[in-house]
Each structure stands twice: as C-alpha cells, then as structure tokens.
C-alpha cells in the first residue's frame, strides 16, 4: 500500500479508532492484581496516542508535502536502486519519456538519467499554449523546481499548487508561458539530504549531475524547449531554494536564472559538509566572491520576516553580485519556514522569472 494517497490515510484513522475503542472497553475490565491492571490501561492508553499521531504526520505528510512519497523514502534500503554514483562518460542518450496523469495538466513519469545513474520522478506542466496551433513552432522557457528536504517534487503541483498559480498571471497577461518541470531532488532514500552536490560512494549520488544535465537533456528531448540557456531557470524553497542558485552559479551555461525561496548559501548536508574541498566548492556565496568574472546569472532570493536567517542569507548573497540590476530581494512579513509562506511568495516570483527568461 502506498504511503501517500487516501487508501493508507483511511487505514490509520480506521487503527486510531479501533484502538480508543479498545481503550474504552478494557479500560475496567482488565484482570489480574492491581499493576497488572494498571500496566494494561497505560499500554492501551499509549496505542490509541500512538495511532493519533501516526494519523496527524500522514494527514501532514498528505497535505503539507508530501516529504515521504513512498517506503524506500522514508525508512531506506538500498540506494543503488535509485542512486548509483557510477560514471557514465561518453554522452547521454535522449529516452523517450512515457507519462501518465498526475492532476489536470500535469503528467508524470520515472526517468533514467543516463549521465548520473539516478532512476527519479518528473512532474510537467505544459501551458495552455503549447497545444494550441498558433505556436506549433514556439520553443518554451523551462523552469525546473526543486522541493525541500525531505520532500517531493509532486508537492510544487499539490499542496504548492503553481500550476493555478501560472494560470491566474497568464489569464491576467501578467506573464508568459513557461514549461514547469519538478524535479526529484531527495535520490538517498531513508531520508538522507543529498546536498545538490555530486558526492562520493559509499552512500553518494550524482545528485548535481542528475539535475543540471540529466532532467534538462530529458525535457529538451520530448518537449519544444528554448535552447537558449537564458530562457531556462531553475526555482526551489528550503533545500531546493540553496540547490536552485548552487547549480546556477556553477553551471551558468544551463541555468540563466535561479529563485531561492527561504534558502541558504552554504551546504548544510553531512555528505557535502564533511569535506571541507567539496564543501567549499558547493557554496555559492563563498564561489561568487572568489571571483573576479563573475557568471552572467540573475538572482532572486527571498524570506521571511519571521524565518529567522532567511533575509539575512538573502542580502548576504545578493552583496557579492557585481552586477545588481536584475537580482532582486523579495521579502514577506509574516511566516515561518511553511508551504504557506512559499505560495505567498510564488506571484512574485513567477513574475520576475517571466521578465528573466522572455
């Protein structure tokens, strides 16, 4: 049974109900000596709390994320199945993608990535415009979305809802259509943050690779997609906000623009942290200040009043740009670290992505 869906929810409201029923007819019926007794209420009373939470973190796990899309995901087993660090040189081949239908407009499939080894799951919205025959000939703009950690790339079209986002600014002619492609950032499973960063076995993924090559190259090769480099950006909150500018700033030549939405600038996952060489090379604001030319990126970076170091990581960012022109800083009062301050964000940030890539 899947982790995600309406099947497995049911299934712990029907456990969480099952056991206060059972609390409340045991609870004076329960024999032996006194301990006994007492033993049994507190091992029943402790069953019905246990299937109450387990209710609340589906529910959330449902609603808010998902964070967990499946079992792998959430408890491990083996990474090569979806992570391989083997190096596969000498170009990729372009695999034609089979999709299904995830939500109205949006499809989804698992792709091969040939160049880092990682099996991940892709989720695209096409606009509106894409079918219609008055641009059969038209080459889309691409912004790729990363999620946090944990999270999943299918969270952007649900509990994120951009799709109805795109569809609101494009009716109201306040931006133009743009292909949206979530990406699978969390390819450890059990949990393990990944660090946007290609990192070495025992326990590493090309995870870089599989984003900034991979996911591009499958997109470009089974939809019309701008060639451009400066038509194509990359957007994320949490993890995927530090991920989006990390692999702008390193690969400028994929990537023109990158939105950070309560992001950070250094990498924070062990697997890249403990290697002070990869670490350093994996943080975008110690790599832009180190250089003389910079890359021709724009950036936008954006947080919360009320997320403590999302602002200050923002500005502290945005200081060593030399060009200032189209990096902008967007700011929200209210919030924390939530789905909720991130849908807040996502008008104006789908608008200054707009002006970017059109």
């Known amino acids: 049974m899947s982790l995600t869906g309406t099947p497995f929810f049911v299934l712990t409201v029907a456990l969480m109900i099952g056991a206060m029923a059972l609390l409340a007819l045991v609870w004076n019926r329960i024999p032996g000596p006194r301990p006994v007794r007492y033993a049994g209420r507190m091992g029943a009373t402790m069953l019905s709390q246990i299937t109450a939470v387990l209710v609340v973190l589906v529910y959330v796990n449902n609603t808010m994320g998902p964070f967990y899309d499946s079992w792998q995901d959430l408890f491990g087993g083996d990474a090569n199945q979806s992570a391989t660090a083997t190096d596969v040189s000498g170009g990729a081949t372009h695999e034609r993608l089979t999709f299904t239908n995830y939500l109205p407009g949006v499809r989804t499939t698992v792709a091969h990535g040939p160049a880092s080894g990682i099996d991940g799951s892709l989720y695209v919205w096409l606009p509106p415009q894409y079918e219609d025959p008055?641009?059969?000939?038209?080459?889309?703009?691409?912004?790729?979305?990363?999620?946090?950690?944990?999270?999943?790339?299918?969270?952007?079209?649900?509990?994120?809802?951009?799709?109805?986002?795109?569809?609101?600014?494009?009716?109201?002619?306040?931006?133009?259509?743009?292909?949206?492609?979530?990406?699978?950032?969390?390819?450890?499973?059990?949990?393990?943050?990944?660090?946007?960063?290609?990192?070495?076995?025992?326990?590493?993924?090309?995870?870089?690779?599989?984003?900034?090559?991979?996911?591009?190259?499958?997109?470009?090769?089974?939809?019309?997609?701008?060639?451009?480099?400066?038509?194509?950006?990359?957007?994320?909150?949490?993890?995927?906000?530090?991920?989006?500018?990390?692999?702008?700033?390193?690969?400028?030549?994929?990537?023109?623009?990158?939105?950070?939405?309560?992001?950070?600038?250094?990498?924070?996952?062990?697997?890249?942290?403990?290697?002070?060489?990869?670490?350093?090379?994996?943080?975008?604001?110690?790599?832009?200040?180190?250089?003389?030319?910079?890359?021709?990126?724009?950036?936008?970076?954006?947080?919360?009043?009320?997320?403590?170091?999302?602002?200050?990581?923002?500005?502290?960012?945005?200081?060593?740009?030399?060009?200032?022109?189209?990096?902008?800083?967007?700011?929200?009062q209210f919030g924390g670290h939530t789905t909720n301050v991130w849908r807040t964000m996502q008008p104006g940030a789908l608008l200054w992505l707009s002006a970017r890539l059109n």
């Open 134 to 332: 008055a641009y059969a000939n038209t080459a889309f703009p691409v912004v790729e979305l990363l999620p946090g950690t944990p999270g999943t790339p299918q969270a952007w079209f649900g509990s994120m809802k951009v799709q109805d986002e795109m569809a609101q600014l494009m009716a109201q002619g306040k931006v133009k259509p743009m292909i949206l492609v979530a990406a699978k950032l969390n390819v450890i499973p059990g949990g393990v943050d990944p660090g946007c960063a290609d990192t070495p076995a025992p326990g590493g993924a090309r995870t870089a690779t599989w984003l900034y090559r991979d996911v591009p190259s499958l997109i470009a090769a089974n939809f019309r997609t701008a060639k451009n480099p400066r038509k194509w950006a990359i957007m994320g909150y949490s993890a995927g906000a530090y991920c989006a500018v990390n692999l702008t700033v390193q690969h400028p030549d994929v990537f023109h623009a990158a939105v950070s939405l309560s992001g950070y600038n250094g990498p924070e996952a062990p697997l890249v942290a403990r290697n002070p060489a990869l670490r350093n090379a994996n943080d975008p604001y110690l790599v832009l200040r180190g250089e003389k030319h910079q890359p021709d990126i724009a950036v936008l970076m954006a947080g919360s009043a009320q997320d403590p170091g999302t602002i200050p990581a923002a500005r502290k960012l945005l200081s060593v740009l030399h060009t200032r022109g189209p990096n902008q800083l967007l700011t929200v």
